[in-house]
T-cell receptor
Framework: AQSVTQLGSHVSVSEGALVLLRCNYS??????LFWYVQYPNQGLQLLLK??????LVKGINGFEAEFKKSETSFHLTKPSAHMSDAAEYFC?????????????FGQGTELSVKP | DTGVSQNPRHKITKRGQNVTFRCDPI?????LYWYRQTLGQGPEFLTY????????KSRLLSDRFSAERPKGSFSTLEIQRTEQGDSAMYLC????????????FGPGTRLTVT
């Protein structure tokens, strides 16, 4: 069965500092990988996804993530944090094939940005 | 705004009452998913439809829960005889045949059972 682990339920950075949110997955075959962001009392918004091809993927708002098969990881980074980045971030996987399917989410990482 | 709408946004009900939530997908999106999210956790899959067919149900979906998607358009999720443990955010997500893998989420319905 697939599973997702996000290391650190809460990450705090200063404005302008590097953001690194960690995600490791467990799957018998490499899945499709996603990062979503959730602002308070809102639904989830897709930041970026990896399905095939280049392992470094760029998303919205300056975020990027790198798929590393050997490490079963898909960590999310942003070179310079902005106050507006404060939110909950979720890593998710879905089974390869059939256009993807149900998402399996990690428990989330709350990002705080200090001025 | 992703184009997926959910109603109501908030629902407070007493234990034992029945509740129904509605999800309106992006037009022509053939797959529709329901997830449940409790405080401090990631969303958990409940069930999904391809057009009007319900193709998978999670073990989380007890017999008090039922979902429908008549005519493959909007979907409803009903909870009968609500329990306090049903308090959560219920999220709907959809994706279309031409938009591989990406699910678009609605704003959710927050259920509080008192």
């Amino acid at each position: 069965a697939q599973s997702v682990t996000q290391l650190g339920s809460h990450v705090s950075v200063s404005e302008g500092a590097l953001v690194l949110l960690r995600c490791n997955y467990s799957s018998s075959v490499p899945p499709y990988l996603f990062w979503y962001v959730q602002y308070p009392n809102q639904g989830l918004q897709l930041l970026l996804k990896y399905t095939t091809g280049a392992t470094l993927v760029k998303g919205i708002n300056g975020f990027e993530a790198e798929f590393k098969k050997s490490e079963t990881s898909f960590h999310l980074t942003k070179p310079s944090a902005h106050m507006s980045d404060a939110a909950e971030y979720f890593c998710a996987v879905s089974e390869r094939g059939n256009q993807g399917g149900k998402l399996i989410f990690g428990q989330g990482t709350e990002l705080s940005v200090k001025p | 705004d992703t184009g997926v709408s959910q109603n109501p946004r908030h629902k407070i009900t007493k234990r034992g009452q029945n509740v129904t939530f509605r999800c309106d997908p992006i037009s022509e999106h053939n797959r529709l998913y329901w997830y449940r999210q409790t405080l401090g956790q990631g969303p958990e899959f409940l069930t999904y439809f391809q057009n009007e067919a319900q193709l998978e149900k999670s073990r989380l979906l007890s017999d008090r829960f039922s979902a429908e998607r008549p005519k493959g358009s909007f979907s409803t999720l009903e909870i009968q005889r609500t329990e306090q443990g049903d308090s959560a955010m219920y999220l709907c997500a959809t994706h279309g045949a031409g938009l591989h893998y990406e699910q678009y989420f609605g704003p959710g319905t927050r259920l509080t059972v008192t």
